[in-house]
């Protein structure tokens, strides 16, 4: 067989281990043996690299990566919107397919690049782009696709796992674990895309259009991420039997669709206490799991490292080795068959209003410690149908008393209308926190 030639945009972390698995096939798959490295795009050849790379083959011009005719395979791991999305973009023309861990150019330019794929007759495949080295990509695609997808949600940022998980088991600062995400790969170049909850907005994103068939506007996706997240909450939470991750849902919206044949997806991004006992609450560290619900499957759980050169490489080595499978068996390099039945949109999706999101939630309130604080609080609640599943007084001090409340399921827009309410009485100074509540 002819060697499958693959051009590299990237040497950083997930690029590094793409290499690293190309350049040693030994004991691997025996495809990975006709795999050639035939370029690789970095942004800077002086840049000391613990990886021998024959100078021949590095350039900073992706540009003559994308155009080579040697190269079928293109592997896009250089990150950011652009030149990235022009990028793949172009090496599709060129008659190349893709492999990409860019999740922020797939959730916002998945369909226009899928559909220049299409017309290219080649592949883009993900499944770097969500949950690292967990294979959910093909899953949701492929295996689980006899199903009616009724919920899709988890962990799906490793840095920040990471970064709760050393904040609730050592105390320690949330600077100071950012920092070592960051050392060891983990991270964003701009970890603003983990912290503040993009990151897993985007991979959420990527999920439910495959899950649910139709594409999401990204940007419609309600999203708080854990940079405002308080050691106290972290402490309270504990305390009353929960541990705090940063999920990612996205469920079938039940109420009616206002707009006319469109499927409303509840999709939303935000720091959630999860009971100690919840299979999600043991998943600690760069780890990541992912629950697809749907029928008749009942409920799947994918579980592994969401972060990391080696895990992600894997994922990125898995559709190229699909492609170059698929390649193999057809020598004038046009699929006939799609085995790996490409993305597509089969209905119409739109992702609801914040206020029509269903879920429990987690509130603390600053207030005086005064007599009749907890039942004025609990009248307005009240008077919003807001049904209460606890209310607690914590540290009371100079006077002030930390007030936490855990709410049955109820719309948001009936908590935003009584948090109104709350805000205003003269014993509250102020709402100190709101978060999900599995
Ligand atoms: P990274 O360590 O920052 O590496 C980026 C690489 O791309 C570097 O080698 C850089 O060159 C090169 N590059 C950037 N812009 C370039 C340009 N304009 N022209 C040529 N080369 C350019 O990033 P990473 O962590 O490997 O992430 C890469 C992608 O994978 C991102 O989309 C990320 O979201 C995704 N991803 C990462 C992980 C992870 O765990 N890190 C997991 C899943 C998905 P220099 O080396 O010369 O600077
Ligand atoms: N920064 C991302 C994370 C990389 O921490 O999950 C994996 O997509």
């Known amino acids: 067989m002819k060697k499958v030639g693959i051009g590299l945009l990237g040497l950083g972390t997930v690029g590094k281990g793409v290499a690293n698995i190309i350049n040693n096939p030994n004991d691997r798959h025996p495809l990975v043996g006709e795999l050639e490295l035939v370029g690789v795009a970095v942004r800077n050849l002086q840049k000391k690299r613990d990886i021998i790379i024959p100078d ?47 999740k922020a150019v797939i959730a916002r330019h998945g369909e226009e690049i899928s559909n220049e794929a299409k017309a290219a007759g080649v592949y ?24 009616q997808i009724t919920k899709v949600s988890g962990i799906i940022n490793g840095t920040t796992n990471y970064i709760l998980s050393r904040m609730d088991k050592e105390g320690v600062d949330y600077a100071d674990v950012l920092k070592d995400a960051q050392e060891l790969g983990y991270a964003e170049s701009d970890p603003a895309a983990d912290v503040e909850g993009s990151d897993a907005a985007d991979k959420i994103a990527i999920l439910s259009g495959l899950a649910f068939g139709g594409s999401i506007n990204r940007s419609n996706i309600p999203t708080t991420g854990i940079n405002h997240l308080e050691a106290v909450d972290v402490n309270y939470a504990r305390k ?98 799609d ?50 599943e606890s209310i607690v007084q914590f540290d009371v001090t100079d006077e002030e008393a930390e007030i936490v409340v855990i709410t049955h399921k109820i719309q948001q827009g009936q908590l935003e209308e009584a948090l109104l309410e709350i805000k205003n009485l003269s014993q509250v100074k102020r709402i100190a926190a709101t978060m999900g509540c599995l």
């Open 240 to 337: 009353l039997g929960y541990g705090i991750k940063l999920l990612a849902i996205s469920e079938k919206d039940k109420s009616p669709s206002k707009t006319e044949g469109s499927q409303p997806l509840s999709i939303w991004v935000e720091p959630t206490l999860v009971p100690e006992d919840n299979p999600l609450a043991g998943v600690n560290g760069v780890n990541n799991a992912i629950l697809v619900e749907g029928n008749p499957i009942g409920q799947v759980m994918f579980f592994g490292p969401g972060a990391g050169s080696g895990p992600t490489a894997s994922a990125v080595v898995a559709d190229i080795l699909n492609i170059a499978g698929i390649q193999s068996m057809s020598e004038d390099n046009i699929f006939n068959l």
């Open 339 to 388: 085995p790996l039945l490409s993305a597509m949109s089969w209905r119409n999706c739109h992702v609801a209003e914040k206020k029509q999101i269903t879920k429990k939630n987690y509130i603390r309130l600053i207030a005086n410690d005064s007599p009749g604080v907890i039942g004025e609080i609990g009248t307005i609640f009240g008077k919003k149908k807001i049904s209460i």
């Open 124 to 147: 883009v495949l993900i499944e770097a782009a969500v949950g690292g080295g967990i294979p959910i990509i093909e899953p949701v695609k492929q295996s689980l696709g006899g199903n």
């Open 56 to 102: 021949s083959i590095l350039t900073t011009n992706p540009i003559e990566i994308v155009t080579n005719p040697n190269i079928q395979i293109i592997v896009e791991v250089m990150g950011g919107i652009e030149p990235a999305k022009s990028l793949i973009i172009q090496a599709i023309r060129a008659g190349k397919s893709v492999v990409t861990a860019n």
